[in-house]
């Protein structure tokens, strides 16, 4: 399972996080005209953690996709049955197979959209747990590399049309929130406790 954005993560984050946005400000002032890109949303998806995350819900909501399944089938069984016997059942036969499939339609229908929306909520609790710790590991980043302004080319409202390679900074960070919160072994919660990350300026992109 690949986990989706139902929101745009970055923007509010971005939002929620006064601090790193009066940060950034300071930074611009200060005279750095330097602008990064980042896809946030595949920066999250792209973390060891967020990697486990979505195993961990493909693994969690397996048992109801199969039930969902199982439902599918039977109706699929019944409408063949049906047609089979459009000559030979008798009409309370035939109502009562129509029946069927009607209740179990319903049925699917109903705990299909109660997955959706456990899934959704799911995803996007997992989704703002990662983003509200990269966000900061953006903002060291963009300062110790002398950037103004970080951009999220895969927002809603984003203003980027284009950007060169170098001024991608998804990868790098993606690189220091694996360093930073790694993933422990199966059983375990990933650490919530940052390591001390030192200065990276030989990992930024050329210009």
Known sequence: MKIRFVVPVFAALTL???????????SAEAGSNKIAVIDFQ???????????DAAEL???FAPRQTELTNISKQ???????????????????????QNEINELTQSGQRKQQDLQDDEN????????????KMLPLVQKYAQENGYG??????????????????????????????????????????????????????SSPRQ
Not at 18 to 24: D, E, F, P, R, S
Not at 75 to 90: C, E, F, P
Not at 121 to 132: P, T
Request: charged letters at 20%; aromatic letters at 2%; hydrophobic letters at 35%.
């Open 121 to 132: 909520a799911r995803e996007q609790d997992l989704v703002q747990a990662i983003g509200s």
């Open 16 to 26: 929620a996080s006064i601090a790193g946005a009066q940060a950034a400000a300071r």
């Open 58 to 60: 493909q693994s969690e």
């Open 75 to 97: 109706i699929d069984d019944i409408q063949t049955k049906l047609r089979a016997g459009q000559n030979t059942l008798s009409d309370e036969e035939k109502a009562h197979m």
């Open 149 to 202: 302004v970080v951009l999220d080319g895969t927002a809603q409202q984003s203003i980027v049309v284009w950007a060169a390679d170098s001024v991608n900074i998804t990868q790098p960070i993606v690189s220091l929130y694996d360093s930073t919160y790694p993933v422990k072994a199966p059983g375990t919660a990933p650490s919530s406790t940052p390591r001390s990350t030192p200065s990276h300026p030989s």
């Open 42 to 52: 595949g920066a999250i998806a792209g973390t060891a953690e967020g990697k486990a």
